[in-house]
Nanobody, 114 residues
Framework: VQLQASGGGLVQPGGSLRLSCAASGSITGINVMGWYRQAPGKERELVASIFPSGSTNYANSVKGRFTISRDKLRKTLYLQMNSLKPEDTAVYYC?????????WGQGTLVTVSS
């Protein structure tokens, strides 16, 4: 599986961005899809994940502001980010995981600044 993340950029506090992650190759056996982020000097952290049932999970810091979703074929993963804060500044990575292993996108930079 190859993942290509896009949609990052510079946005003012309070603004919105939508990240996308396009998957190529077979996703057979992929179970969990998610978004992680890594801010400068910090460890990578889970932002949101979506499961085969469609249930979702969010980090406390983004609950109510971010929404994870996917298309029907599970070939594209999205992260809608609203009410962005400076502390959301990070490189965002998409991840597909299953019994075959974990696959990562290349990361897309989100900068929240006035």
């Amino acid at each position: 599986v190859q993942l290509q993340a896009s949609g990052g950029g510079l946005v003012q506090p309070g603004g919105s961005l939508r990240l996308s992650c396009a998957a190529s190759g077979s996703i057979t056996g992929i179970n969990v899809m998610g978004w992680y982020r890594q801010a400068p000097g910090k460890e990578r952290e889970l932002v949101a994940s979506i499961f085969p049932s469609g249930s979702t999970n969010y980090a406390n810091s983004v609950k109510g502001r971010f929404t994870i979703s996917r298309d029907k074929l599970r070939k594209t993963l999205y992260l809608q980010m609203n009410s962005l804060k400076p502390e959301d500044t990070a490189v965002y990575y998409c991840n597909y995981s299953g019994h075959r292993g974990a696959y990562w996108g290349q990361g897309t930079l989100v900068t929240v600044s006035s």
